[in-house]
């Protein structure tokens, strides 16, 4: 199965993601891990990709579009979380499925409001202490988001491909509207 996860910073996305993939053993491929791995390791990569990633800004398209291409060749069940973001990198990522013959399953939307979202991100920074969770760089990403990723949203709703689940409660609750979002989805594919 092949499982697309949109939803703002602080929605529970990458929680959600990673549960979702190792209960059906399918890779958690995210676009936020693969670039911070980057960074710690000193990549090429990781040098030109660490100022973006502080300010909270966006890696340029043509360069995540080429990073997400090479991974999804790889696999042919995933949960893709932190890709696409923009439009173009939307509608990159269906021409490629559509060259790779792997079309997406369903696409899920993890809602939360802009207050939980900002409370959740500042808790994980005291914890986590990630260097783009601080507020100014908090309030950069997550109007990116509105400005960006919401149209992409939009797209997938316009298709009648999105599934919106409300990404407030508890963790295992989400996970449980989740499964039961996807229960009639792709039944039997993977
Ligand atoms: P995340 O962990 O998904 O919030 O991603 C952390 C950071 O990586 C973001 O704030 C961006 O700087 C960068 N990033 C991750 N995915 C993308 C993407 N699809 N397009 C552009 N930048 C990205």
């Given at each position: 199965m092949r499982i697309l996860i949109l939803g703002p910073q602080g929605s529970g996305k990458g929680t959600q993601a990673r549960l979702l993939a190792g209960g059906r053993g399918l890779a958690h491929v995210a676009t936020g891990d693969i670039l911070r791995a980057a960074v710690a390791n000193g990549s090429e990569l990781g040098r030109r990709v660490r100022p973006i990633l502080e300010r909270g800004d966006l890696v340029p398209d043509d360069l995540m579009i080429e990073l997400i291409r090479e991974r999804l060749e790889e696999e042919d069940g995933f949960v893709l979380d932190?890709?696409?973001?923009?439009v173009p990198q939307a509608e990159a990522l269906d021409t490629m499925l559509a060259d790779i013959g792997k079309p997406l399953d369903a696409v899920l939307l993890l809602e939360v409001g802009d207050d939980v979202a900002v409370r959740r991100l500042t808790a994980r920074a005291a914890e986590e202490g990630r260097t783009d969770d601080a507020p100014e760089v908090i309030a950069n990403r997550l109007r990116l988001y509105h400005e960006l990723t919401e149209p992409v949203v939009e797209r997938y709703r316009g298709i009648g491909m999105l599934v919106a689940v409300d990404g407030e409660g508890s963790v295992e609750e989400v996970a449980e509207e989740i499964e039961s979002a996807l229960s009639g989805v792709g039944a039997g594919s993977r």
């Open positions: 932190g890709f696409p973001r923009t």
